[in-house]
């Protein structure tokens, strides 16, 4: 019987970050839980796909844009549940217990937020986007996806936008739950700007769902 888990994970210049993340997913595959491993570049142009090479990832490219990324990736997805990660996620000791668990109940979950970063602001940002992702079954990208793939192909799957395809898939799927290991991410856009940079995130989310173009808000997200 084959593993269940694809893993799916968009890069763009990732060679700094990706290594870390998959170090990380050793675990699962130890534990013969992952199936395979799907890098979805972006157009790289460093050693990207080197380092996805080195550990037999699969490899797809296309045009940049994350929600256009993880799209492709999944479609050349062959296991019964995905887990979509950002390049410069590293997922915690016992996240494969977790996982499992996730699993075994059925639906759709996320982890709960750490950066790799100390101090007030990073834990500011960080229960900020947990309390958020509790209470409304909305997480970030970047708290990673764990979804069943007849329930990912039921919701309609990524939207080719370029931004909030974290959120726009989110809200299609049945209500999110917290997994039971953590997730640390990168910190390196929030670097001196936590407050500015988290409510930003808050409020790009909050116009999201009224209705606000994801073109405009991807126009308000570069400048920041």
Same mark, same amino acid.
């Given at each position: 019987?084959?593993?269940?888990?694809?893993?799916?994970?968009?890069?763009?210049?990732?060679?700094?970050?990706?290594?870390?993340?998959?170090?990380?997913?050793?675990?699962?595959?130890?534990?013969?839980?992952?199936?395979?491993?799907?890098?979805?570049? *972006?157009?790289?142009?460093?050693?990207? %796909?080197?380092? @996805?090479?080195?550990? =037999?990832? /699969?490899? #797809?490219? $296309?045009?940049?844009?994350?929600?256009?990324?993880?799209?492709?990736?999944?479609?050349?997805?062959?296991?019964?549940?995905?887990?979509?990660?950002?390049?410069?996620?590293?997922?915690?000791?016992?996240?494969?217990?977790?996982?499992?668990?996730?699993?075994?109940?059925? *639906?759709?979950?996320?982890?709960?937020? %750490?950066?790799? @970063?100390?101090?007030? =602001?990073? /834990?500011? #940002?960080? $229960?900020?986007?947990?309390?958020?992702?509790?209470?409304?079954?909305?997480?970030?990208?970047?708290?990673?996806?764990?979804?069943?793939?007849?329930?990912?192909?039921?919701?309609?799957?990524?939207?080719?936008?370029?931004?909030?395809?974290?959120?726009?898939?989110?809200?299609?799927?049945?209500?999110?739950?917290?997994?039971?290991?953590?997730?640390?991410? =990168?910190?390196?856009?929030?670097? $001196?700007?936590?407050?500015?940079?988290?409510?930003?995130?808050?409020?790009?989310?909050?116009?999201?769902?009224?209705?606000?173009?994801?073109?405009?808000?991807?126009?308000?997200?570069?400048?920041?």
């Amino acid at each position: 019987m084959r593993a269940a888990l694809s893993i799916v994970i968009p890069t763009l210049n990732a060679e700094p970050v990706l290594p870390a993340c998959l170090i990380s997913l050793m675990e699962g595959v130890e534990a013969g839980l992952v199936r395979e491993l799907i890098v979805s570049d *972006g157009g790289s142009s460093d050693a990207t %796909r080197t380092i @996805a090479d080195e550990v =037999g990832a /699969r490899w #797809v490219e $296309g045009p940049p844009g994350r929600g256009g990324q993880l799209a492709r990736g999944v479609e050349r997805a062959g296991g019964d549940w995905l887990l979509a990660l950002h390049a410069d996620s590293v997922l915690g000791p016992g996240w494969v217990e977790a996982v499992e668990r996730g699993m075994a109940r059925g *639906g759709p979950a996320y982890f709960p937020l %750490r950066f790799r @970063a100390r101090g007030l =602001g990073p /834990r500011v #940002v960080a $229960g900020w986007a947990n309390l958020r992702a509790r209470a409304l079954g909305l997480p970030f990208g970047d708290q990673g996806l764990l979804v069943p793939r007849a329930m990912y192909d039921a919701a309609g799957g990524y939207p080719e936008i370029p931004l909030m395809e974290d959120v726009a898939l989110a809200r299609a799927l049945p209500r999110l739950r917290p997994l039971e290991a953590r997730l640390e991410t =990168g910190w390196a856009r929030y670097e $001196g700007r936590w407050a500015r940079q988290g409510a930003g995130n808050l409020v790009r989310q909050a116009r999201f769902l009224m209705g606000a173009d994801p073109a405009r808000l991807a126009r308000g997200y570069g400048r920041d």
